[in-house]
């Protein structure tokens, strides 16, 4: 089949998605775009929407020109359809005379989609059945617990970043920026810009463990030269708003009656444990906390693709997942930032589009992206959680805000039953049962009872919808989605 057949659908509009979106496009495939939010650019270029657009919006955003250029691309494109308020709420393998497994079957998937406003009734049931299918679902923070952590003026870090770029509110007055990893940087600049005081940036890595991390093998950094110019511009705003950065602490609790009036910090050992007597409470009244990301692996998983022991995405050198047709890009694959999330799509695209990568722009992005792969290496060699982070924790500690499930209460079920495996301790004391349906705790579970499975059920609803909307008649899009307009 070539690229002018095949229909490529690609869920997520963020740096992967959109780079896949046109790579697949320029190869020639028809192309829908499906993103949850109302305006494309993720997590990543999130911002004010075009009808109350920033007069100086690449100020809070690192390669503006590169989202503009490629939402123009999309938008001009006649082989493209973007649809926004998009969700993909399940995913089904069937039977479709587009793909050939290597088993001789012809499979393919199929995407249940509701598009409309997020919880609103009524909205609009698709199904698309895509030659190829692109995920680019991206990640979400991963926020360790502490006593306190379920009061009102805890963030993760990406919410407050996403209240301050997308609609320039502060969280709080005074916040505390605490947690794991580069992001905290651009968190702590985003709420300065929206006038908040930051009383300080406190990374868990303690300053040896960052340097053996960063500086272990240095050649992994050549695609990340670009990265020290972010860098030292986020050094250089610290400096100027008098901002502390200070390595090897963690905020290990947060005070408040109703809501967060103060936070106590406390110095970390290698293993991220508090030392004893080296705790100090901070007056705040709002927290932004971040210990890394978590890939959106409900898609995935309900395609059936292959995970690594580290739960991201397995490709092949092409993109391709372990499911026929089906291809992934961005932090699903591993967490390595921007640039590699834009090389990992380009690749994607043109693949799943069938296009030559021995050709035109394909070269490039594959070099960029086995480049970029370095950076996502030291990240984690850095800044990866190390399991001392648990002697914070009380017994009285929330550990699934959904469900209100203790620490004291899992360690009760564990002792219970004599099971350490996630599913089985779930179901025994509600942890991730909730409505986020584990997406906040369920990491942390795995953890904590050192459950070496996926710790993500294979779910046929892979977020939460009404029983209205399930009920409701869907419009297929298998060969209606053609039309070159954004719906």
């Known amino acids: 089949m070539s690229g002018q057949e095949r229909h490529v659908v690609v869920v997520g509009a963020g740096p992967a998605g959109l780079a896949a979106a046109r790579a697949a496009a320029d190869a020639g495939a028809r192309v829908t775009v499906l993103d949850a939010a109302d305006v494309l650019g993720g997590q990543y270029w999130r911002h004010l929407p075009d009808e109350r657009p920033a007069g100086r919006e690449h100020l809070l955003h690192h390669k503006w020109d590169t989202y503009r250029a490629l939402s123009d691309a999309l938008r001009a494109h006649p082989a493209v359809t973007v649809v926004p308020t998009a969700q993909v709420w399940s995913l089904e393998q069937v039977s479709s005379p587009g793909l050939v497994s290597s088993s001789g079957r012809r499979d393919g998937v199929r995407l249940n989609v509701l598009v409309g406003e997020p919880d609103a009734a009524g909205r609009a049931a698709r199904t698309f059945e895509p030659d190829a299918l692109v995920l680019a679902t991206g990640a979400h923070d991963r926020t360790l617990p502490f006593p306190g952590w379920q009061l009102p003026g805890v963030y993760s870090a990406g919410a407050a970043q996403a209240l301050a770029k997308g609609e320039r509110v502060a969280v709080g007055r005074r916040v505390v920026v605490a947690g794991a990893g580069p992001f905290l940087l651009p968190v702590a600049s985003s709420l300065l810009r929206t006038g908040a005081t930051v009383l300080g940036v406190h990374e868990a890595s303690r300053t040896g463990s960052l340097a053996r991390g960063w500086l272990d093998r240095p050649w992994e950094l ?35 009656d109703g809501q967060v009036e103060a936070v106590t910090v406390a110095r970390l050992d290698a ?72 090389a990992e799509g380009a690749v994607a695209g043109a693949a799943a589009a069938g296009g030559d990568l021995g050709a035109g722009a394909a070269p490039r992005a594959i070099r960029s992206r086995d480049r970029a792969r370095g950076f996502a290496a030291r990240i984690e060699a850095a800044h990866g959680i190390r399991g001392g982070w648990v002697r914070w924790l009380r017994d009285d500690t929330v550990v699934c805000r959904c469900e209100e499930t203790t620490y004291g209460r899992v360690r009760e079920v564990v002792e219970l039953t004599g099971s350490h495996e996630t599913r089985s301790v779930k179901l025994t004391s509600r942890a991730g049962l909730g409505p986020c349906q584990a997406r906040m705790c369920g990491r942390t579970l795995q953890d904590l009872l050192d459950d070496g499975g996926t710790g993500v059920d294979r779910r046929p609803i892979v977020v939460p919808v009404r029983l209205g909307d399930l009920a409701a008649t869907p419009t297929s899009s298998t060969h209606t989605a053609s039309q070159p307009q954004e719906t």
Do not use: M, N
Request: charged fraction near 20%.
């Open 222 to 256: 050549a695609g990340a030269v670009g990265k020290a110019g972010e860098l030292a511009g986020y050094v250089g705003e610290l400096v100027r708003h008098r901002v502390p950065w200070r390595p090897g602490e963690a905020v290990v609790a947060a005070h408040g």
């Open 271 to 342: 293993r991220w444990a508090p030392v004893p007597g080296t705790e100090r409470q901070v007056e705040a009244d709002a927290v932004a906390v971040s210990h890394g990301f978590t890939p959106r692996l409900e898609l995935a998983i309900a395609a059936g693709c292959a995970l690594t022991a580290s739960r991201f995405v397995i490709v092949d050198d092409t993109q391709a997942t372990s499911v026929p047709g089906v291809w992934a890009a961005g932090e699903i694959t591993g967490i390595g930032g921007a640039d590699a999330a834009l």
